[in-house]
Every structure is written in C-alpha cells, then in structure tokens.
C-alpha cells in the first residue's frame, strides 16, 4: 500500500488542530495505507526532547499495545503525549506517582486498593442522588428564558458532584475541585490565559486538598470510601499521598472527560434530529456507549517502547514513544458497521473510548455510564425541544477532544 500523502509537519497532537477538530479523515488515511506511522516532531514541541512519536491508528493495535504494558509503559514518559516545549523534565517525572502513569505491579496493587470506590455496590448506592441532581439539572437549565450554554448549565455539573459524591467532597468545596481541574487540563489555550505554572500550582492545591482529607480520616475514620482507602497503614491502603494522587486523577478522568462525552452526545443528538427524536422515545440503554464512541474524550494517549520490538510491521525501538489514538480506533471500519454514523442503537460495540483493555481500562466506566444515562433521560424529559444555537467551541488541547461552549435554547 502507498505511503498516505499528509501535509508536510502535520501532527496529530498539535493543539492548533484539535481545537477546531478532530482529524478523522487523516486517521482514516492511516488506517488504510500505515495503520503505524513516525511522526516528526521539531524541537522540543512535546517537552520530551526527542524527535517525535509513532502514530498507532488501527483497532487492533492500540488494543494490543494497550493490554501489553511489559512492552509499552505508562511510567517511563507518562500516558499524556503532548506536554508544553518549556516544561521541565522534573515536572513529567514528578506525574509518575498519579495511577494513570503506573506500570505494573506498582499499578497492580494501587488500582486493587482504589477500586473498592467503583464496586457496583457503591455506583448503585449513588444512583438516586445522582439521578434526583440530574433531574435538578436539566429542569433548572429549562427555566432559562433565551439561549444559555449547556457545558456549565448541564454537562459540567453531574460529573463533579458524582466524584464529589463518590469521595465524601463536601457541598460548599465542590466548587474548588472544578476550578482546579479545569485549570490543569488548559494550558494549552490561550483564551484561558492559564500558564503551565498555573495548572501545576492547582495539581498541587488539589492535592493538598485530599491529602488533608486522608489524614483527617486517619484520625477520625467515618463510614465513607475515603476511611475504606486510607483509614490503616498497611500494604491494603494509600498513604496520603498516593490519596491525593488518585483525587488528581479522578479530577481530570472522572470528571472533564464525562463532561465532554455529555457535551459532544448533546451536540450529536441536535445534529441528527431523527436519533434525538428515537431516544427520546425508546430511551435505549445503548445510547451511553454510543455517546462515549463518538465523543472519545481523550483522543490519544502514549506509551513508551521497554524494548525493541515490532507493530503493524513497523520496527519499533526501545525508548521510542507510541501514541495510541483511540479517536481512530473508534471509527476502525474494520470493527465498526458504518463507523461514521451515529447510532444510540449500535451493539455491539466494543469501543475504545473507556481505554483499549489491559491494566489502564477506565475504573470509573460503570460510574460514567450512569452518569450519561441519568442526564440524558432527564434532558430528554425537561429539554425535549432543546436546540442548537451556535456550533461548538471546542478546547485547544493537544489530547483532549473538549467543549468549551455549546449554545443552546430550551425551545
């Protein structure tokens, strides 16, 4: 197969690009003809200091890097691709001790501990609350009287106090853990005037927040999931640190990118009128794990090569960086029966967008598809004639595929 003919520099991290969309028909063109394919990159552009990444554009791929973590790792240059060029080395490595840039077994035996919050138990003792504020929610966005912006009248709103819900936050702080965690995740845009400096000194207010939190529960354990992770000082607990750690994490995994998936699934349901109109219908229990599919939150995440081996018959070495691109993944015709379609009825549908397997697969998913279902089915019964005012403005991020603004009107 021909080498695909992509614009001399393209990138696809460059966060200039994915503010205004995502490169579906370049990945296409990957998937194609170099399902793995070197990426250049000049510089110092990535804060890594080398000479670029490969591009991992099929399914099947990302899958098997994603469940082979003895030959691709999370920790030795992190899951995020795309830092900013003046970040210091100190600063990638200090982002070691967050569960997502774990390998195995240090990952093994924290994700052990901090999945006893995710048990299905605890998702189900969270359901009514979960959905009473959704429905608060959705009727509290239809009393406005003109256009009103549904990324912080309704999609923001569920997924932090499900997080806050989950770890005991009280009411009057939840506003905080917000405002940090956007300011870590939007270094990369300008509009936000928000330096790297900025969005580590929240990391850190962040995590002195939960490391607080731990250290009282330590003292006065309380019945919560907080006292069940931190309340002893053995091997089955965290330390404060590894606490305000995975706090970070949940931050930025468990709330910005359900928030977008519930922006990007609204922004669907407007443009094909015809499954908004079937949804609220039928309210089909699929429509969640479309919704993630075609939202994919996270566009790509890398890892780094432990040692020279191969992929899609390319040779790559040991200390190479490998971008798995779940945007791609999750419109891999070979998977998917008409992949560009949106379709709340698609089952199976063995999407990516919760990762691609093996030990990084998202803790929180049974959490976010709860939280998807609850909000829609309470937008469709307070929102039924909502419209699209303006199209999206998208986040400039060079791995998030995020919504700043999303005008709507109730009708």
């Known amino acids: 197969m021909p080498c695909p003919a992509l614009p001399d520099g393209f990138d696809f991290t460059d966060p200039d690009l994915l503010q205004h969309r995502v490169p579906l028909p370049e990945f296409a063109e990957l998937r194609r003809a170099e399902p793995v394919r070197w990426i250049p990159q000049s510089g110092n552009a990535a804060g890594f200091q080398d000479e670029g990444y490969w591009a991992v554009t099929r399914h099947a791929d990302v899958k098997y890097v994603s469940t082979h973590p003895e030959l691709f790792s999370s920790y030795l240059n992190t899951a995020i691709i795309r830092f900013n060029e003046h970040i210091q080395r100190e600063s990638i490595d200090a982002q070691r001790f967050i569960m997502l840039n ?18 299905p138990r605890a998702i189900r003792g969270l359901e009514d609350r979960l959905r009473r504020r959704a429905r608060a929610i959705a009727e509290g966005a239809g009393a406005h009287d003109g256009p009103f912006d ?6 923001c709103e569920l997924p932090l106090q499900a997080i806050a819900e989950l770890i005991g936050i009280p009411q009057d702080d ?10 870590m995740i939007a270094y990369d845009d ?8 900025v969005g580590q000194q929240s990391a850190a207010e962040l995590i002195s927040y939960a490391m607080n939190m731990a250290a009282e529960r330590k003292q006065c354990p309380a019945q919560d999931i907080v006292s069940t992770l931190v ?9 404060s640190d590894e606490f305000g750690f995975f706090v970070l994490m949940l931050a930025v995994a468990g709330n910005e990118t359900t928030r977008n998936a519930i922006t990007h699934g609204m922004h669907a349901f407007l443009t094909h009128a015809e499954q908004w109109e079937l949804y609220k219908e039928r309210r089909p229990e699929t429509a969640a794990e479309e919704i993630v599919r075609w939202a994919t939150p996270v566009v790509s995440f890398q890892r780094t090569a432990t040692q020279d081996t191969e992929l899609g018959g390319k040779q790559i070495r040991k200390g190479d960086r490998v971008g798995i691109f779940y945007a791609s993944a999750n419109h891999d015709p070979e998977v998917f029966d008409r992949p560009d379609e ?12 919760f990762g691609g397997g093996g030990p990084h697969f998202c803790l929180g998913k049974s959490l976010a ?11 469709a019964d ?3 004639g909502l419209r699209l005012v303006e199209d999206p403005r998208r986040l400039r991020s060079a791995w998030i595929n995020g919504v700043k603004e999303l005008r709507v009107t109730a009708g």
């Open 174 to 183: 939840r506003a905080k853990i917000f405002e940090w965690s956007n300011k």
């Open 382 to 384: 307070a929102l039924p």
């Open 102 to 119: 774990m390998d195995p077994p240090e990952h093994t035996r924290v994700r052990q501990i901090v999945q006893r919050g995710f048990t």
């Open 150 to 155: 549904f990324v912080t009248s309704v999609a």
């Open 190 to 197: 300008p509009e936000y005037a928000i330096t790297a400096e």
């Open 369 to 379: 598809v709860l939280e998807i279902n609850l909000i829609f089915n309470a937008v």
């Open 342 to 353: 949106f379709d709340v009825f698609r089952d199976p549908n063995p999407h990516l967008g």
């Open 231 to 239: 309340a002893a000082s053995d091997e089955g607990n965290l330390n």
